[in-house]
């Protein structure tokens, strides 16, 4: 039986290109379940799901948006209508990938739908704006999403179109193999970690550990989108578990900075009942936008993880804000909690000699995290640097007990 694949398009402008993609699709064995996602809608009689259908599901009416001129409302509502009928066809088992064609706005709202579907599901975005400063980040955000710079312009079937449109539907048909592995775990429990380059060693050794224990332990970068992800696949039911080494996106969304993680950041697994380990790697310092720098924090101690990065200490009063902030969150937690501090250093930024290196003013985190945390959750602190082997091995050592 053919896998099924949704394929979103604006019709009213991009009709031929998407037949062509249709049709291509079908040849190479696939079964393409066509999505009109435009504003005006088309009339071509190939269309599966028309826009009509979409902007129903979108709590609007076909009238409505045809009459409009609020571009924003209208892309809102068939992005809404396009997920609901998406997710849909998932459940129904109607639905092996996804692919899409477009421009901006065609490609904005095809990665939209296929954001609002989970992990794994395959999804191939053919975008001619893929390459703009910007665009690529909006495209993909959270969404294992593949996303093809088409470099022509989608207008006119032409041979360099086609060919980029025939490797498209190629590897679609790849993603949707039998062969491709499930990303669920079958065997033992699913551990989500954060890592980040200055704890590094502390991750993979706490890795290698629990691995050898029959864990399978999945990594996510804790820079701001990675850590936003794990918490959409924890929502989802991918993890049994979460060590979370590096959940400095917390105080970088309550000031606004460049590694802002959203603000459910440390909150998922604690309603889902799940057990966490959490420390504390990259949670004082910051990394601000040039945008939002201030004339202080020049003035501040700073580490340079490389010619590109800063890292920039907080301050004593922002440190402070901060534990209020993980306390908060962390006393929601329906699951067990077990907080693994080292005491001489969170991070190979932060090591004795460093300017930046300062275990008094981290001791003010911990002070405010122990007066407003709740009593069952733990406090551990352990006498050495966060990169020490014995500070990944007082983690696993925890994780043990409530994993």
Known sequence: MKKSVLVISTLDTKGQETLYLKDKLNAVGLAPVLMDVSGRGSNLEEIDIPAARVAEAGGGTFNEI????DRTRITNIMMAGGSQLARQLLNDGKLNGVIGIGGSTGSLMATEIMR????GIAKVMISSTAALPGLSTRYIGTGDIALFHSVVEISGVSDLLKNVMDRAALALAGMVSDDIASPKAVKGKAIALTMLGPCEKCASSVRAALERKGYQIIGFSAAGIGDRAMEDMIAAGFFQGVIDLAPGGVGEHHFGF???AGPNRLETAGKMGLPQIISTCSVNFMTPARSKSKPEYHQRRKFDLDKLRTWIRLSPDELQEVAAIFAKKLNNASGPVTVVIPSNGWSSADYPGNDAHDPAEDRLFTHVLRQNIRSEIQIVEV???MEA???????VENALKIF
């Open 66 to 69: 045809q009459n409009s001129r």
């Open 116 to 119: 609002s579907l989970p992990f």
């Open 258 to 260: 460049m590694r802002d």
């Open 383 to 385: 006498n050495a640097n």
């Open 389 to 395: 082997p014995e500070f990944a091995e007082a983690v």
